[in-house]
């Protein structure tokens, strides 16, 4: 059963409706507290990794949760190019140099004028 809010009502809740929340309340909390009770006793018994992904799982086989990791997304975008748009961690060529960029921006005539707004990452000798 779903709790009845006064302002979705737009009146005054009834005694029987006050009851009724008051009800439903008292039965998710039992379910809570059975819940956590279990896991108190069990706990978190494995962490694994699979791909980018870590996984809780309980004494009991349970998967209580599961988490993505960050992780940069490098685009490469080949020769640098004048006047296209670049965003964060974009990587481009130059010169047998390889740049990362730090500032989304879209590239002036000449690599020069936007230099500030790359990181060098990687120069072939």
């Keep these: 059963m779903a709790i009845t809010y006064r302002n979705l009502k737009g009146s005054p809740l009834s005694a029987d409706e006050l009851d009724q929340n008051f009800k439903e309340l008292h039965e998710r909390l039992e379910k809570l507290e059975e819940y956590v ?25 349970d998967v209580l949760g599961r988490i993505s990791l960050p992780s940069l997304c490098f685009r ?26 730090k500032t989304p921006h879209k590239s002036g005539e000449v690599f020069v004028e936007d230099s500030a707004k790359w990181e060098l990452i990687f120069a072939a000798e």
Excluded: M, N
């Design 76 to 101: 490469p975008r080949g020769l640098w190019v004048a006047q296209r748009d670049y965003l964060f961690y974009d990587l481009c060529l130059l010169e047998g140099k390889t740049y990362c960029c």
């Design 37 to 61: 009770l279990t896991l108190h006793q069990g706990g978190v018994a494995q962490i694994t990794q699979q791909g980018a992904d870590i996984i809780f799982e309980s004494a009991f086989g």
